[in-house]
């Protein structure tokens, strides 16, 4: 019996916070639903050659997320996050509703900036 793997290249590179409670834990949702591997999650505590390798410095990818898109070119915030999305079931068809609704991108990227600067103390982190 053969084993298929995949071993085509990732359509996108999501460089993650893994110690950033929140983050994980939408980070392993979209993991376990990424069944085609279309992905490649980088968590930034731990491959920061990836980072280097990216062009991001760890300052960056701590004050924002960063997506690769299949061209490597850098998408951050929730340009980032729809980046990833549609490549995912379920939230890959969400991501023409924020395309065409009017005022929503916008909005969305309001909350995830406020998310972004405050992610740390909410977790009771420190930078």
Not at 53 to 64: E, H, K, L, Y
Not at 68 to 79: I, K, P
Request: charged residues 25%.
């Amino acid at each position: 019996m053969d084993i298929e793997t995949n071993t085509a290249a990732p359509k996108a590179t999501v460089y993650h916070d893994g110690e950033c409670p929140l983050c994980q834990k939408e980070v392993k949702l979209m993991q376990k639903i990424d069944v085609s591997k279309a992905i490649r999650w980088v968590d930034i505590n731990k491959d920061k050659q990836a980072l280097e390798d990216a062009g991001i410095t760890f300052q960056q990818a701590m004050d924002r997320i960063h997506v690769a898109d299949e061209s490597q070119q850098l998408h951050t915030g929730v340009a980032g996050f729809m980046t990833a999305w549609q490549y995912l079931p379920y939230y890959r068809r969400i991501v023409p509703v924020i395309k065409h609704t009017p005022l929503l991108l916008p909005l969305m990227e309001r909350v995830y900036n406020l998310f972004a600067k405050y992610r740390l103390r909410l977790t009771r982190r420190h930078s």
